[in-house]
């Protein structure tokens, strides 16, 4: 799971550090959840897969999203 971890930190980019990632029985096969910070923020992101690279392979597009979504929310909040 290393290699994931050093993927997924880029796909979370500058700014964050990837606190945890974890594997977690579901319903169709595994789920991948990642925990990071942003900001000042604790954020959590998760994917669904049949395998670990199915599930790495989902949570990759929704950790971007995800990111962009936090960042946003925070800056409103802001002002």
Known sequence: MVD???D???????GT???D?????AESGLR????????EQLRESHAEGE???AAHAELRPRIV?????FG???LVARH
């Open 51 to 53: 395998t670990i690279l």
């Open 65 to 69: 999203v995800d990111r962009l979504r």
């Open 17 to 19: 550090e990837l606190l």
């Open 32 to 39: 991948l959840v990642v925990r990071y910070r942003l900001g």
């Open 8 to 14: 997924l930190e880029t796909c979370l980019g500058p």
């Open 4 to 6: 994931i971890c050093r």
């Open 21 to 25: 990632l974890r594997r977690e029985p």
């Open 72 to 74: 946003f929310s925070d």
